[in-house]
């Protein structure tokens, strides 16, 4: 698959590094050229612009903080249909000081930028730091990572979902663009979380428990 990643920092060089060892063709977008360059030469990709990026991937990753997705769809010609019909995976997490989500109460990252773009948007790996997602493969005692996809699209769950496996992590769609707001909320909890110093993992009982 071609993936274009908009964003050259942590998230870009974590999902790009493992898709490209998994065979994927990426295409590092940034507004530093230096830094796009830096990790396609880490990789063996390519770089280029923000506009490369966009225009080059049977997937698009959306790796820039939340603040600027706006000025980055606008650079991107959003308004004009640039990304129309495209896949877009987000994985932005709109969380500002005291953890709360910049967002407020409205639809929440994904379908906001499902609608500025009419993309097919897939919001996804937002709910673990970017540190997991180097993990060869991810997984934790209890087995593989699960990663949560919201999107109301089937095909481009499908697709998202391959990626997902080709980390090594298990696809779990969990709803439509409605429920992405929902996975925002409950990151953004759990961040808060784990900068408080506990362990989230300690709230959360056994699925048989539950289920009883
Ligand atoms: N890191 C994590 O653990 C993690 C986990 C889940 C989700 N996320 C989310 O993933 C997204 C990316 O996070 P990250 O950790 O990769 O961030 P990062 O390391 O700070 O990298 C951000 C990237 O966005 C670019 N950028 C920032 N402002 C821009 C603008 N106005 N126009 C164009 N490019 C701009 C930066 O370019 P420059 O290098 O030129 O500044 C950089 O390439 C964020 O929304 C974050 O909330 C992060």
Redesign the pocket.
């Known amino acids: 698959m071609r993936i274009g990643i ?9 999902l790009g590094g493992r898709w490209a060892a998994a065979g994927h063709r990426v295409l590092f977008g ?3 050229p230096e ?2 360059g830096a990790l396609a030469d880490r990789t063996g990709q390519s770089a280029g612009t ?1 506009q490369e990026a966009a225009a080059f991937g049977d997937a698009v990753l ?8 706006a ?2 769809l606008a ?1 991107l010609g959003a308004a004009d249909g640039a990304l129309r019909g495209r896949l877009v995976v987000d ?5 500002g000081p005291g953890f709360r989500l910049t967002t407020g109460t409205g639809p929440g ?1 994904a379908r906001t930028i499902a609608d500025a773009t009419g993309a097919r948007v897939v919001k996804a ?9 180097r993990l060869t493969p991810p997984a934790f005692a209890d087995g593989p990572v699960a990663v949560p996809l919201c999107g109301d699209e089937e095909a481009a769950l499908d697709t998202v979902g391959a990626l997902v496996r080709d980390l090594g992590c298990v696809p779990l769609t969990v709803g439509g663009l409605d429920r992405a707001a929902y996975l925002a909320a409950a ?1 953004a909890f759990l961040i808060g979380l784990w900068h408080s110093g506990h362990d989230p993992r300690t709230l959360l009982p056994p699925f048989e428990v539950v289920t009883a």
């Not at 959306?62 to 997705?69: E, F, R, T």
């Not at 994985?91 to 969380?95: G, L, P, R």
């Open positions: 908009i964003g050259t920092g942590n998230m870009a060089d974590a940034g507004r530093s830094r796009a923000l959306l790796a820039v903080p939340y603040d600027a997705v000025g980055v650079a994985c932005t997490n709109a969380v990252a790996f937002n709910h673990l730091p970017d540190s997991v997602w990151t």
